[in-house]
């Protein structure tokens, strides 16, 4: 199939926007995780929206995925569950940075516990955008926004702007795929996995 040129001299309309790029980059990089119960994903971008570290929850390096335990669960001891063991996506992000992360903005599939939000402050990130906030009233979600408010690190929710699977349908590369039922559809797996 002959790919389409628009004719138009004006640019398109329906891009994504960097809220929505660097949300599907922290997506798509919590689909490295193991965890059987949580992929979380973190992307941290510099003030000219250029990423710099990338993270996803997981084991710290050395230690394998088959060694230690991914349970949870109140009923075990500590060092029985992953609770001990994980790195979370935000601090691995941290980790991970090509530079120095001060002034930069963290975009994050789950608010930081209070511990992650420790290190966000302590590195000078002054912006968090989150995509799920499950554990608001829990304890260390509750001193994680006390010690972010207290040290001005500004945090959002983020609000879709356009319905991502509707925009990839309607794209010129969505129409492209071979003739073959075999073939995966790889715009499937990640807006119904990650959105």
Same mark, same amino acid.
């Given at each position: ?12 309309? $329906? ?6 790029? #660097? ?16 992929? !979380? ?15 996803? $929850?997981? #084991? ?14 109140? &009923?075990?001891?500590?060092? &029985? ?8 996506? *935000? ?5 991970? !940075? $090509? ?11 789950? #608010?930081?516990?209070? &511990? ?10 002054? *912006? ?11 304890? @260390?979600?509750? !001193? !994680? ?34 003739? $073959? ?7 499937? #797996?990640?807006? &119904? @996995?990650?959105?």
């Amino acid at each position: 199939m002959e790919k389409q040129h628009n004719t138009s001299d004006k640019k398109r309309t $329906n891009y994504l926007s960097w809220d929505e790029t #660097f949300m599907l980059m922290a997506g798509i990089i919590a689909q490295r995780s193991k965890d059987p119960n949580t992929q !979380a994903g973190t992307c941290i971008v510099d003030e000219s929206n250029v990423i710099v570290g990338l993270g996803y $929850n997981g #084991f710290p390096r050395g230690c394998s995925d088959d060694s230690l335990p991914w349970r949870r669960g109140l &009923e075990f001891k500590l060092s &029985e569950t992953k609770y001990a063991y994980v790195v979370h996506s *935000e601090v691995n992000a941290i980790y991970n !940075a $090509n530079k120095p992360v001060k002034n930069c903005k963290l975009y994050c599939v789950l #608010f930081p516990c209070n &511990e992650c939000s420790k290190t966000i402050i302590q590195t000078g990130i002054k *912006e968090i955008i989150y995509q799920e906030d499950w554990y608001h009233d829990q304890e @260390e979600w509750i !001193a !994680a926004r006390k010690m972010l408010d207290m040290a001005g690190v500004t945090y959002r929710q983020y609000t879709p702007q356009h319905d991502i699977k509707r925009l990839f349908a309607q794209s010129p590369q969505a129409n492209t795929q071979p003739n $073959n039922p075999d073939a995966t559809n790889t715009d499937e #797996f990640i807006f &119904e @996995e990650i959105i």
